[in-house]
């Protein structure tokens, strides 16, 4: 759970506070704002913070270089239902003027954090110039908690500072889904690769009754196991810690459910050769896409109403329609089985929503990175620089 202090454990009332949250939104070509779901998970702490009598100065990032912020201000100021005005830069002389002029009530978003790589790097002296923007810091934005960025760890330095309600919400809802949660606790990995979800993998060993794992990761496992996956994606170099990760399974009692039939082709651009075949008659040339229905099917027959469900990564290329089936029939499974469920990971979380599932999920987290460090039982560095509960 979260042992720090949130926008509830502090006055903020005639003061300017500043805060992390999250503009880093889909813009559609038409340079308009795409998807708004993490738009609207900002909403409560700023509603809460205005309703207090704060003034707010609102900084965020854009994974995309060079985009600008400014398109994202009047969908802010929709949601809220009030003005929003905008600095051109994070930084200057002309900023610091609109700071100083923000009485209660009102917000001002600054631009792009990363237009000015001392974002990134840390640098102290910008985190000093933003931290004097404000009276009070809070970070709202869960998806860049495990960046050691100066917006992210270098303000909380220099000002009071303290969790945001998304980002408790984000915190406690995973912590509680792995420190106690309703079993049988079920985990499905998905992902390309091993050694990016070795940490994961091992960390929910300890906590789940059951694992499946899916996606080019599995291809990893299967050829461990001495299968052919002909021309698939694998890691060879990853193959003890695949045993490993299958001898601790079995040492602790830990049912980990392989992949027993997949999707394969000869082309992955051209579609050659579509078809789904056992994972011990994938042939030499085949490339494994997808996990097959039969795989589905493990997952449906030990999932339970009352347990949970926590799915990180897709089964398959699952950008691509000719092979979501097995995306698709797993997020299928968890919904129709009444399990609580959880989905971290920005490519999954990306999957449902566009899928049009998203509501039908217990919790869909915000974060990518973020949500993939806590499911491995790390700490969040711009979780720990935050101010701690009193007792």
Same mark, same amino acid.
């Given at each position: 759970? *979260? ?16 805060? #992390?949250?999250? *503009?880093?939104?889909? $813009?559609?070509?038409?340079? !308009?704002?795409? @998807? ?21 100065? =609102? ?43 923000? #009485? ?9 954090? #990363? ?31 495990? #960046? ?10 220099? *000002? ?5 309600? !998304? ?67 694998? +890691? ?21 459910? *392989? ?28 490339? $494994?896409? @997808? ?18 469900? $926590? ?7 699952? +950008? @691509?329609?000719?092979?979501? @089936? ?10 129709? !089985? ?35 460090? =806590? ?17």
């Amino acid at each position: 759970m *979260l042992h720090k202090q949130t926008v509830k454990d502090i006055n903020v009332t005639g003061k300017t506070v500043l805060v #992390r949250t999250m *503009l880093n939104v889909p $813009i559609d070509d038409d340079g !308009s704002v795409g @998807d708004k779901k993490r738009l609207e998970s900002a909403v409560p702490t700023l509603q809460y913070l205005l309703e207090q009598g704060a003034a707010l100065v =609102l900084m965020s990032h854009h994974s995309h270089e060079g985009q600008s912020l400014a398109v994202v201000a009047p969908v802010i100021a929709e949601l809220l239902g009030c003005d929003v005005a905008f600095a051109d830069d994070c930084l200057g002389e002309a900023t610091t003027a609109k700071v100083q002029a923000l #009485r209660p009530g009102q917000v001002l978003m600054l631009e792009n954090l #990363r237009f000015h790589p001392e974002e990134e790097a840390n640098d102290e002296a910008f985190a000093k110039q933003l931290a004097s923007y404000g009276e009070l810091y809070v970070n709202d934005d869960f998806t860049t908690c495990h #960046r050691e960025h100066a917006s992210m760890v270098g303000v909380p330095k220099f *000002l009071p500072a303290v969790a945001g309600l !998304s980002v408790e919400t984000e915190v406690n809802t995973i912590t509680a889904a792995l420190d106690n949660p309703k079993r049988p606790l079920i985990a499905v990995s998905g992902g390309a690769k091993i050694s990016t979800k070795v940490p994961i993998i091992s960390f929910l060993l300890q906590k789940v009754d059951a694992l499946m794992i899916g996606g080019a990761m599995a291809n990893t496992f299967l050829a461990a196991e001495g299968l052919q996956v002909g021309k698939s994606l694998i +890691e060879d170099d990853e193959f003890e810690i695949a045993r490993n990760v299958m001898d601790t399974a079995k040492a602790n009692n830990k049912t980990v459910l *392989l992949p027993v039939d997949v999707v394969v082709t000869s082309d992955i651009d051209a579609h050659q050769n579509v078809r789904v075949v056992a994972t011990n008659e994938v042939g030499e040339d085949d490339i $494994i896409v @997808d996990i097959g229905p039969a795989s589905v099917g493990q997952l449906k027959q030990i999932v339970d109403p009352k347990g949970t469900v $926590i799915w990180n990564g897709p089964m398959g290329i699952a +950008e @691509d329609e000719v092979y979501d @089936d097995g995306t698709l029939g797993v997020a299928q499974v968890i919904i129709e !089985s009444g399990a609580y469920s959880i989905v971290g990971g920005g490519d999954t979380a990306d999957f449902i929503d566009g899928a049009g599932l998203a509501d039908k999920f217990g919790f869909v987290s915000n974060g990518g990175g973020a949500s993939l460090e =806590l499911m491995s039982g790390n700490t969040l560095p711009a979780i720990d620089v935050l101010l701690d509960k009193t007792s």
